[in-house]
C-alpha cells in the first residue's frame, strides 16, 4: 500500500518558469512533510518541510504548500533553473514517529 | 556540517556472495536508517537502527541483515547476494523525531550490481 504517491514519473518544464510537482498521501497520522532534491550517483538532499500546522511554508525561490483536507502537497519552484533538474522525492511522518515515507520521485528537467 | 559516508561508490558482486555495505555518520545522531532505490518505487526502508545493537525491519527487509555495534556505524548485509538486489543503496542518519522535525541526512549511495 503506497501511503505517500507522486503520481507524475517526469516533468518538463521551460527555464524561468514555474514548475510544480505534486504529492498525495493517504494516512491521516502524517504531520509532518519534506521535499528532497537528488542528482545522479548522489545521495537525496533535504530541501524544505512543512508541519501540518501550517500551510505554507516558503525558503527562496522553492514553496511547499499543504492541503490538509484533500490530503495532498505541491512543491513550486519559481524561476525554475537548469540547476534544478533532479529527481525530486517528498516525504512523510507521523508523530514521534523516526521513519520517513517516500514517494515514487518525479524527475524534473528543465529546458534552456 | 552532517557527513554520512558510505564505504564504496560502486561494488559488482557475483550471485551467492556475502556482500557488506558500510555506513558511517559524524553527528551522533541516534537514528541511522538503510534504503533501496529503485527506478518508479522511490526510496524503500530496508531496515532501521534507533540505538546501538538495536534494529527494526523496514518494508522490504527479505535477504537482508544488519549491524549496529557503534553509535556511528551501520552496516547491511546481503548474506548471499541475489541478481534482484542489484539496486541503489542509501544510508541515512537523523536525531530522535521531536515535534515532528525528523530531518534525515543521506550518504551519497553505493550502486551494487550483482551479476
Given at each position: 500500500d503506497q501511503q505517500v504517491k507522486q503520481n507524475s514519473p517526469s516533468l518538463s518544464v521551460q527555464e524561468g518558469r514555474i514548475s510544480i510537482l505534486n504529492c498525495d498521501y493517504t494516512?491521516?497520522?502524517?504531520d509532518y512533510f519534506l521535499w528532497y532534491k537528488k542528482y545522479p550517483a548522489e545521495g537525496p538532499t533535504f530541501l524544505i518541510s512543512i508541519s501540518s500546522i501550517k500551510d505554507k511554508n516558503e525558503d527562496g525561490r522553492f514553496t511547499v504548500f499543504l492541503n490538509k483536507s484533500a490530503k495532498h502537497l505541491s512543491l513550486h519552484i519559481?524561476?525554475?533553473?537548469?540547476?534544478?533538474s533532479a529527481v525530486y522525492f517528498c516525504a512523510a511522518s507521523a508523530q514521534g514517529a523516526q521513519k520517513l515515507v517516500f514517494g515514487q520521485g518525479t524527475r524534473l528537467t528543465i529546458n534552456p | 556540517d552532517v557527513k554520512v559516508t558510505q564505504s564504496s561508490r560502486y561494488l559488482v558482486k557475483r550471485t551467492g556472495e556475502k556482500v557488506f555495505l558500510e555506513c558511517v555518520q559524524d553527528?551522533?545522531?541516534e537514528n541511522m536508517f538503510w534504503y533501496r532505490q529503485d527506478p518508479g518505487l522511490g526510496l524503500r526502508l530496508i531496515y532501521f537502527s534507533y540505538d546501538v545493537k538495536m534494529k527494526e525491519k523496514g518494508d522490504i527487509p527479505e535477504g537482508y541483515s544488519v549491524s549496529r555495534e557503534k553509535k556511528e556505524r551501520f552496516s547491511l548485509i546481503l548474506e548471499s547476494a541475489s541478481t534482484n538486489q542489484t539496486s541503489m543503496y542509501l544510508c541515512a542518519s537523523s536525531f530522535p523525531a521531536s515535534g515532528g522535525a525528523n530531518e534525515q541526512y543521506f550518504g551519497p549511495g553505493t550502486r551494487l550490481t550483482v551479476t
Amino acid at each position: 500500500d503506497q501511503q505517500v504517491k507522486q503520481n507524475s514519473p517526469s516533468l518538463s518544464v521551460q527555464e524561468g518558469r514555474i514548475s510544480i510537482l505534486n504529492c498525495d498521501y493517504t494516512n491521516s497520522m502524517f504531520d509532518y512533510f519534506l521535499w528532497y532534491k537528488k542528482y545522479p550517483a548522489e545521495g537525496p538532499t533535504f530541501l524544505i518541510s512543512i508541519s501540518s500546522i501550517k500551510d505554507k511554508n516558503e525558503d527562496g525561490r522553492f514553496t511547499v504548500f499543504l492541503n490538509k483536507s484533500a490530503k495532498h502537497l505541491s512543491l513550486h519552484i519559481v524561476p525554475s533553473q537548469p540547476g534544478d533538474s533532479a529527481v525530486y522525492f517528498c516525504a512523510a511522518s507521523a508523530q514521534g514517529a523516526q521513519k520517513l515515507v517516500f514517494g515514487q520521485g518525479t524527475r524534473l528537467t528543465i529546458n534552456p | 556540517d552532517v557527513k554520512v559516508t558510505q564505504s564504496s561508490r560502486y561494488l559488482v558482486k557475483r550471485t551467492g556472495e556475502k556482500v557488506f555495505l558500510e555506513c558511517v555518520q559524524d553527528m551522533d545522531h541516534e537514528n541511522m536508517f538503510w534504503y533501496r532505490q529503485d527506478p518508479g518505487l522511490g526510496l524503500r526502508l530496508i531496515y532501521f537502527s534507533y540505538d546501538v545493537k538495536m534494529k527494526e525491519k523496514g518494508d522490504i527487509p527479505e535477504g537482508y541483515s544488519v549491524s549496529r555495534e557503534k553509535k556511528e556505524r551501520f552496516s547491511l548485509i546481503l548474506e548471499s547476494a541475489s541478481t534482484n538486489q542489484t539496486s541503489m543503496y542509501l544510508c541515512a542518519s537523523s536525531f530522535p523525531a521531536s515535534g515532528g522535525a525528523n530531518e534525515q541526512y543521506f550518504g551519497p549511495g553505493t550502486r551494487l550490481t550483482v551479476t
